[in-house]
C-alpha cells in the first residue's frame, strides 16, 4: 500500500525523504540569498526590510493605491520585521526564511499531535509533511509571509483542540493582523464556540492592534493605520492583468467565462462566507467531535481564503496544505470509494504541477489559466461530500440511539 497503515509504523523510508526534502527546500532557500546577494533578486524580502526601516526612521509604510509587491500588512507587522531589517540584506533574508520555515514546521508537527483524529506513526507524520510540499514549497522558496498567515492557522485550531482558547485567540488574531482575511477563521471558531471564543477574540484584537503604540509615535501609528485601511478598503484586483490577478473563482470566470462585475463578486463572496459558517455551525449542533469539527472549520476558512478572498496569490494556497494532506491520507485509510480518492489526488497533482511549472520559463501563462482555483475548487468538493457523509452518520446514530430508548421505556410510556 502507498499509504502507511494506521497500525504500526512501516519503517524509515517516508521519515527520511521528507527530512531530505524539508533541508533541501531550506536549504536552497537560504542559498538563494547568498547566491543572489543584496544587489539583486532578494525575494519579497526586500519590500519586508523596507517597512521594517520605515517604520523604525517614521516614514509612511504604503502606497497611495494597491500594488503588485505593495506593503499590505498591518503596522503591527511593520515593527515585528524591525530587527531583520536593521540586519545586512542577505542576513537578514536568511533569518527571515528560517523563521517563516522553523514556524510552519513546528507550527505542523503541533497540529498532527493535537487535532487529527487518529495517532499516526512516525512515517504517516512524514508522509503528511511530504504531502504538503507542493502548495508550500513556493512560499518558502520565496520567503513569503503567507507562511507565518499558515502558521498562525495551524496553531489556532490545535490550541483549540486542546482547550487553549486564550492562544488560539492569540495566534488567530496574528493571521488578522499579518493579511486580515483570516479573521475568516476566527469568526467561524466564534460562531462554532461563541462561550469560550468570543471574549478571547476580541481581547487578543485590541491588544495586537495596541502594541505598535509601544513602538512608535503614537500620532504615526494613528496616521498608518488609517492609509493601511484605507488603502485596503480601496483595493480592488478584479481588473488587474491575469497575469497578476487573484487565482481565485474570479480568475475561472475571466478566463474561461464572462468577468463577474464587483457587486455580482461581492455578493458571491458574502454567500460563501455565509455557507461555510451555517455548515460549521450545522455540524456543531449535529454533535461532530472536537477534533472533527475543527477540521471541517479549517478547511472550509482555507478553501473560502482561498477561493474566494480578497487578496489570493499563488503563494495563498498553502493555507490548503494540511486540509489536503491530511484528507489524503484518511481517505486510504478508511478505503474511501475510488472517485473520492481520485478527486483528491487530482487536486494534489495539479498544485505539483503549478509548483513545478516554475521550473520552466512563461510559467505564468499555465498559473493565469486558473489551474489553482480549480485544484482548489476539486478540495473544496471532496471537503463537503465528506461532511455530507459524516452528517449522515450522524444522523443514523441518533436514530439508532432514539430507537434503543424507546425498546428500553414501559410499553406504556413508549406507546
Not at 542577505?90 to 522553523?102: D, K, P, Y
Not at 483570516?182 to 467561524?188: D, E, G, N, Q, V
Not at 495563498?316 to 494540511?322: F, S
Request: hydrophobic share 55%.
Amino acid at each position: 500500500m502507498l499509504i502507511p497503515s494506521l497500525r504500526g509504523d512501516d519503517g524509515i523510508l517516508w521519515r527520511r525523504l521528507a527530512l531530505v526534502l524539508w533541508a533541501a527546500l531550506l536549504g536552497g532557500s537560504c542559498i538563494r540569498c547568498i547566491v543572489s546577494g543584496a544587489g539583486r533578486d532578494v525575494g519579497i524580502f526586500a519590500v519586508y526590510a523596507q517597512a521594517g526601516r520605515h517604520w523604525a526612521t517614521g516614514v509612511d509604510l504604503y502606497p497611495t493605491k494597491d500594488a503588485w509587491e505593495s506593503f499590505l500588512y498591518s503596522p503591527a507587522v511593520a515593527a515585528m520585521l524591525v530587527p531583520y531589517s536593521i540586519l545586512p540584506a542577505t542576513l537578514g533574508n536568511i533569518f527571515w526564511r528560517l523563521t517563516v520555515g522553523g514556524s510552519y514546521l513546528v507550527a505542523l508537527r503541533w497540529w498532527v499531535k493535537a487535532v487529527l483524529p487518529v495517532s499516526l506513526s512516525h512515517s504517516q507524520v512524514a508522509l503528511v509533511f511530504l504531502l504538503v510540499l507542493p502548495v508550500t514549497a513556493m512560499t518558502m522558496l520565496d520567503g513569503q509571509a503567507g507562511g507565518l498567515v499558515a502558521t498562525s492557522m495551524l496553531c489556532t485550531i490545535a490550541a483549540a483542540a486542546t482547550d487553549r482558547w486564550g492562544f488560539a485567540a492569540a495566534f488567530a488574531a496574528l493571521g488578522c493582523l499579518l493579511k486580515v482575511y483570516p479573521i475568516a477563521l476566527l469568526l467561524l471558531l466564534v460562531a462554532c464556540y461563541p462561550r469560550r471564543a468570543a471574549l478571547p477574540a476580541v481581547v487578543a484584537l485590541a491588544t495586537g492592534a495596541a502594541l505598535p503604540f509601544l513602538c512608535q509615535r503614537p500620532s504615526y501609528v494613528i496616521d498608518q493605520y488609517g492609509k493601511w485601511l484605507a488603502m485596503m478598503a480601496a483595493s480592488d484586483r478584479l481588473t488587474w492583468s491575469l497575469d497578476i490577478a487573484n487565482r481565485d473563482i474570479a480568475l475561472l470566470f475571466r478566463v474561461w467565462g464572462s468577468p463577474p462585475s464587483q457587486a455580482t463578486w461581492s455578493t458571491v463572496q458574502l454567500s460563501a462566507a455565509v455557507v461555510a459558517a451555517a455548515l460549521c455551525v450545522a455540524a456543531r449542533w449535529a454533535g461532530w467531535s472536537r477534533q472533527s469539527l475543527l477540521l471541517l472549520l479549517q478547511g472550509m476558512a482555507a478553501c473560502w481564503m482561498t477561493l474566494f478572498g480578497p487578496v489570493v496569490e499563488s503563494f495563498t494556497y498553502i493555507l490548503v496544505g494540511p486540509t489536503l494532506a491530511w484528507s489524503i491520507v484518511e481517505a486510504w485509510q478508511l478505503r474511501r470509494n475510488t472517485a473520492y480518492r481520485g478527486l483528491l489526488v487530482a487536486s494534489w497533482v495539479m498544485f505539483a504541477s503549478t509548483t513545478l511549472a516554475i521550473i520552466f520559463m512563461h510559467s505564468i501563462r499555465y498559473h493565469r489559466l486558473g489551474p489553482h482555483p480549480v485544484a482548489g475548487l476539486m478540495l473544496l468538493t471532496a471537503l463537503l461530500i465528506d461532511a455530507g457523509k459524516r452528517f449522515a452518520a450522524t444522523g443514523t446514530i441518533i436514530r439508532e440511539k432514539g430507537r434503543t430508548i424507546t425498546s428500553d421505556l414501559p410499553v406504556q410510556q413508549a406507546a
